[in-house]
């Protein structure tokens, strides 16, 4: 592994059209697929917001499409190794501190587990990645 998707660069490859996810695409075909991984972090973040919306449904159709929606879910991130948070990125985590640098603590924890894994973050999230010393970020949507 040499990359971890961001959540964001995540849900332009799960949405499957545009120019961000034409870009994204037609950079990672010039590798290997087992160069790419994504996060415990981003599965967490993703099946948040689609626990949200099933709890928001008041239509019994809406709470299908919902656990439809977790269901590819499930399956997206079969397609690629899934890196979780362990004890090194914990370290990295306190080091990265996102109360004094004003990061997110989930953006913090996805650095965290890229920076343990010694992998380059693909994200658009530059102004608040780029406070992480020690983290390599690109970004393949552009």
Known sequence: MKYLLDTDHL???QRKTGDFHENL???MAQYSLSDFSVSTVSFHEQML???AYINRTQDISNTARGYEMMKRLVSDFRALPLVSFNSSAGVAY???NPQKNKIAKMDARIAAIAIAHELILLTRNH???S???GLEIEDWTS
Do not use: A, N, P, Y
Request: no cysteine; hydrophobic share 40%.
């Open 11 to 13: 849900s332009v490859l």
């Open 94 to 96: 306190k080091r990265i």
């Open 49 to 51: 917001g689609i626990h």
């Open 127 to 129: 102004k608040d990645f």
């Open 131 to 133: 406070k992480v010393i």
């Open 25 to 27: 695409s037609s950079r």
